[in-house]
Structure formats: structure tokens, C-alpha cells
């Protein structure tokens, strides 16, 4: 089994880089700036679903990664579509 | 042996991650900001994908990310590509040391046309329609019609 202290400190690494994102997030300035915190806290939580399938041992985790990035990437294409369009905004 | 590597895999991806959200807090704009989060974000999920892969040695689990690794790879860059696309078009702006931007006298933001610099040669440019023109729900739709005549200017 892996050593828990990597695991702890990759945790570490991964929630504060999801506190960074959730800054931007709420800072924006801007919709696209707030719609690319998003897509990196998509991915940074696919990551900490990998993390979490090594360090419990149980491979059905990995589906929800697959699920994570399918979203991500999806949405980021609902957004811009979105914006190029003209829809409304309210930054 | 497995383990070690199993551990390099997981510190670097999440080093990476980290770093991209450090870019992405810390940067000026917003093409600078997708360019820390994209490149260092597909790279920190592949890698610690990978490490899954290492940990389990496993036929499903490595075929699942391998899917995982190749939809990050494939999609990472197309999403980057629309969100750039979509912010400077809708006038997102650019961080004042920016020393390269071609579009800037060359893209009207109000027709949303973009010279080429053949304009002699191609003739008058056609309507940008997204290509959403053969749709006949959007056809009836009158605001969807390129605007003939601007009153205001």
C-alpha cells in the first residue's frame, strides 16, 4: 500500500490549488476568467477522485473521473457557445 | 519499486495542479490564465492518472484511464481554444504589457468580421452565420438575420 503521507501531501497540494481556483472564481473578473476557474476546479477534482481510488483501493471511483471530465468539458463548450452567441451577462 | 513510482506520479500531478491554480490566481488576463490552467491542468490529471494505472496493474482499471488520459488530451485544447475564442470576441481585455495581439486591427467587433488582407481578390465578405443558417427554427427568428443598416452609427 501507498505511504499515507504522500497521499496527505498530495492531498494538500490539490485542495489549496482548489482554493486558488475558487479565488478566481469569485473574483472573476469577468465571465470567460470565472468559466476557466471552473473547468480547472473540474479537473482538480478528478484528480482528487484519482488520489482517493489509490489510497481506498476501489476502482469504481475512476468512473466518476471519466463522468468529471466528460462535464468539464462539455460545460466549457455550453459557455462559450453562450458568450459568442451574445447571450446576456451580468460580470 | 511499484510504490515508488506510484508516489512520483501522484506528487508531480498534484505539484502541476497546484501550479496551474497558483497561474490561474496569480496571472494578469485571461489568455494567460488559460494557458497556466490548461497546459499544467491536463498534465497534473493525466500524471496522476497514470499513477492509478501504476497502482492497480490492472486490465480494466488501465483501460479506463487510458480513456480518462486520452479524452483529457483530446478535449483540454478544444475547450481552451473556445473560451479564448469566446472571450475575445465578446472584448475581454488584455493585460497592458501585452506585446502581440494581430487581431487588433484587423477584427470589427461590431460586424464580427475578421480581414484577411485578400479583400481585392475574394470579393465583399458574406454574413457570419455560425453555421446555424440551414436551421429553420433560427431562420424565422428576424434578430437572427444580419443587420442591414445600423441607425445608431
Same mark, same amino acid.
Given at each position: 500500500?501507498?505511504?499515507?503521507?504522500?497521499?496527505?501531501?498530495?492531498?494538500?497540494?490539490?485542495?489549496?490549488?482548489?482554493?486558488?481556483?475558487?479565488?478566481?472564481? !469569485?473574483?472573476?473578473?469577468?465571465?470567460?476568467?470565472?468559466?476557466?476557474?471552473?473547468?480547472?476546479?473540474?479537473?482538480?477534482?478528478?484528480?482528487?477522485?484519482?488520489?482517493?481510488?489509490?489510497? !481506498?483501493?476501489?476502482?469504481?471511483?475512476?468512473?466518476?473521473?471519466?463522468?468529471?471530465?466528460?462535464?468539464?468539458?462539455?460545460?466549457?463548450?455550453?459557455?462559450?457557445?453562450?458568450?459568442?452567441?451574445?447571450?446576456?451577462?451580468?460580470? | 519499486?511499484?510504490?515508488?513510482?506510484?508516489?512520483?506520479?501522484? $506528487?508531480?500531478?498534484?505539484?502541476?495542479?497546484?501550479?496551474?491554480?497558483?497561474?490561474?490566481?496569480?496571472?494578469?488576463?485571461?489568455?494567460?490564465?488559460? *494557458?497556466?490552467?490548461?497546459?499544467?491542468?491536463?498534465?497534473?490529471?493525466? $500524471?496522476?492518472?497514470?499513477?492509478?494505472?501504476?497502482?492497480?496493474?490492472?486490465?480494466?482499471?488501465?483501460?479506463?484511464?487510458?480513456?480518462?488520459?486520452?479524452?483529457?488530451?483530446?478535449?483540454?485544447?478544444?475547450?481552451? *481554444?473556445?473560451?479564448?475564442?469566446?472571450?475575445?470576441?465578446?472584448?475581454?481585455?488584455?493585460?497592458?504589457?501585452?506585446?502581440?495581439?494581430?487581431?487588433?486591427?484587423?477584427?470589427?467587433?461590431?460586424? *464580427? *468580421?475578421?480581414?484577411?488582407?485578400?479583400?481585392?481578390?475574394?470579393?465583399?465578405?458574406?454574413?457570419?452565420?455560425?453555421?446555424?443558417?440551414?436551421?429553420?427554427?433560427?431562420?424565422?427568428?428576424?434578430?437572427?438575420?444580419?443587420?442591414?443598416?445600423?441607425?445608431?452609427?
Amino acid at each position: 500500500m501507498i505511504n499515507p503521507l504522500i497521499v496527505n501531501i498530495a492531498y494538500l497540494m490539490l485542495l489549496s490549488g482548489l482554493l486558488f481556483a475558487f479565488i478566481r472564481l !469569485t473574483k472573476g473578473p469577468t465571465l470567460p476568467d470565472r468559466v476557466v476557474a471552473l473547468e480547472l476546479m473540474a479537473s482538480i477534482v478528478a484528480g482528487t477522485v484519482g488520489v482517493h481510488t489509490i489510497e !481506498t483501493g476501489v476502482a469504481s471511483f475512476l468512473d466518476i473521473a471519466i463522468v468529471l471530465a466528460l462535464m468539464a468539458f462539455l460545460t466549457a463548450i455550453g459557455f462559450g457557445r453562450f458568450l459568442e452567441l451574445g447571450g446576456p451577462r451580468d460580470d | 519499486m511499484i510504490e515508488w513510482i506510484v508516489s512520483a506520479c501522484i $506528487l508531480t500531478g498534484a505539484a502541476l495542479m497546484f501550479l496551474a491554480a497558483l497561474g490561474i490566481f496569480r496571472l494578469p488576463d485571461l489568455p494567460t490564465r488559460m *494557458h497556466a490552467s490548461t497546459k499544467a491542468g491536463a498534465l497534473g490529471t493525466s $500524471l496522476i492518472m497514470i499513477g492509478v494505472a501504476f497502482a492497480f496493474m490492472d486490465v480494466a482499471v488501465t483501460a479506463r484511464v487510458v480513456a480518462v488520459v486520452t479524452f483529457i488530451m483530446l478535449t483540454a485544447p478544444v475547450a481552451a *481554444h473556445v473560451i479564448g475564442r469566446a472571450g475575445y470576441f465578446v472584448g475581454v481585455p488584455l493585460w497592458e504589457g501585452t506585446v502581440k495581439d494581430v487581431l487588433r486591427d484587423k477584427y470589427d467587433p461590431k460586424t *464580427h *468580421h475578421v480581414e484577411s488582407g485578400l479583400e481585392e481578390v475574394e470579393g465583399p465578405p458574406k454574413p457570419i452565420t455560425y453555421g446555424m443558417a440551414e436551421c429553420p427554427v433560427l431562420q424565422e427568428r428576424d434578430e437572427f438575420e444580419p443587420k442591414k443598416s445600423d441607425p445608431g452609427g
